[in-house]
Structure formats: structure tokens, C-alpha cells
């Protein structure tokens, strides 16, 4: 098939079930927040379809691709710790990078939704299916089979920046920021995950640092963006600095690390 039908697949593999998911736990909320069974529903639906998207989605790969997708093998414990580094590393010069482009753009913010009224028990797994769905779907879709079709027909430096770049162009929190912060910054998170597939064939490595990630920035990062000093106020200040040196400090272990992890795996 076509490279439009196969984006169209990884898309909808993406979008689909979190678009479902949030209105169903909207809807529960609002309607049942002692039961959640939206989390059910969602779990129940992922496990029915699972085989069905696994399925017509290797038929919209080459011949060549459809053996790797979804891309979801386990990893020898060496390769997967270097790739644990390597997304560690990044994940810090990844907060650096977010940071000093707030101090710079005014950033408004983005925190999670209020569950103070909400029983414990569905709070808690609410939280949990949110921290979980999303990083499996974009994984999934992304480097699981949009990655790997890219990789089928050309080079993989091609396939590891043409889905970084189109990762970093999509709708990303927090929803009103600046846009060109958020395609920088997003761009670089494609490619530290796009690496991370290419060099390991897997997006298991990938999905764990996906998940911590995504758990710092929503509850340690973006919910302090709006007090964040900027440097059209309080000029270039020494916290400033200190976040410059860390988003290029540790790019630079991260690229150390996965040169590591291409000689681990034997990947250029």
C-alpha cells in the first residue's frame, strides 16, 4: 500500500483511542465517579481490537516492513539499559530545552485536571489509563508502524527525522503555547524516540521513557510555567543559564549514550 494509507493507519492508531478514552472518562465523571468503568470499557476495547489493528495495519506495510510491525520485541538487558540512558539523558536536556524557552516565550501552563472531588479509586486509575494510553498509541503508531514503513523504502537517518519532524508538528500540551517552542521542542522528543526504535527495533525501551516523561512534564514541569521568570523582565539570570547548560549538557551525554547503543545493536 501507499505511504498516505499507511500515515492514515498510524494516525488513526494515535488519535482514535484517545479521542475515545476522553470522552468516556469526561462522561464518567460527570455521570458515575464512584464506578470507573470507563477504564473497563477502554482496557476491554484495546484487548478486542488489538488483533484487528494489528492486522490491517501490516497489510498497509511492504512485504519487507510487515514482519517488524508493530515493532514491540523485547531487547537484550544490555541494549536495553544503554537505551534507558540514553532516553534518561535526553529527558533531562529535554526539560532544560523546555525551560529556557519558557523563560523566554510566556508559556500558560498545563497542569491536570482537578480530581479533588473525584473517589481515590477512579482518580487513581483515571490518572494511570491517561499515563499509559498515550504513550502506547503514539509509540504504537508513530515508531511501531509509521517508522518502520518509512524505514522500508528509505534510509533510516530519513525514517528517524521524517517522524520526529511530523511527531513534532502534530497538536501537542500544553494546548495554547507558542508554536514554534512546542515544534522545537516536540521535534526533539520525536527524535530522541524515533533513535530509540531505530537503534533497539523496538518501541519497548521507548514506551517506558515515554511514560516517565510524560509524568514529569504534566506534574513537574508545565503546571510551573506560568510563574516562570522571563528574560525580557528579569534579564538573563543565573537559573537561565544553568538550564542552557543543562539542555546542552545533556545532549551531549545523549548522543554519547546512543553511540553506545549503536555499537550495542550493531545499527549505524
Not at 538550564?243 to 555499537?263: D, E, M, P, T
Amino acid at each position: 500500500m501507499t505511504l498516505g494509507r499507511t500515515a492514515l493507519v498510524a494516525l488513526a492508531i494515535v488519535f482514535l483511542p484517545q479521542g475515545i478514552w476522553s470522552a468516556l472518562i469526561v462522561l464518567n465523571l460527570r455521570t458515575t465517579p464512584s464506578v470507573p468503568w470507563a477504564v473497563l470499557v477502554v482496557a476491554l476495547a484495546l484487548w478486542l481490537i488489538a488483533p484487528y489493528v494489528n492486522a490491517s495495519s501490516r497489510q498497509s506495510l511492504t512485504s519487507t516492513a510487515r514482519h517488524a510491525a508493530p515493532r514491540a520485541s523485547l531487547v537484550p538487558r544490555p541494549v536495553l539499559m544503554w537505551a534507558w540512558l540514553a532516553g534518561g539523558f535526553a529527558l533531562v536536556a529535554l526539560v532544560g530545552y523546555w525551560i529556557t524557552f519558557a523563560s523566554v516565550v510566556r508559556m500558560p501552563g498545563s497542569v491536570l485536571p482537578d480530581l479533588s472531588g473525584v473517589p481515590w479509586w477512579t482518580a487513581s486509575l483515571a490518572v494511570a489509563t491517561g499515563a499509559a494510553l498515550s504513550p502506547l498509541c503514539e509509540q504504537v503508531g508513530f515508531w511501531g508502524y509509521g517508522q518502520v514503513a518509512l524505514e522500508s523504502r528509505f534510509s533510516g537517518r530519513t525514517a528517524i527525522a521524517v517522524t520526529a519532524i511530523v511527531f513534532g508538528v502534530l497538536p501537542h500540551p500544553p494546548m495554547p503555547a507558542a508554536l514554534w517552542p512546542k515544534w522545537i521542542f516536540f521535534s526533539l522528543t520525536g527524535l530522541t524516540f524515533s533513535t530509540m526504535a531505530y537503534l533497539t527495533d523496538s518501541i519497548l525501551p521507548g514506551l517506558a521513557v515515554h511514560a516517565v516523561s510524560l509524568l514529569t512534564f504534566f506534574v513537574l514541569v508545565w503546571p510551573h510555567d506560568a510563574q516562570r521568570p522571563l528574560v525580557a523582565d528579569a534579564g538573563m539570570h543565573g537559573w537561565f543559564w544553568l538550564h542552557i547548560a543543562q539542555a546542552a549538557g545533556f545532549s551531549l551525554l545523549a548522543c554519547w549514550a546512543f553511540r553506545r547503543l549503536s555499537k550495542a545493536t550493531s545499527r549505524p
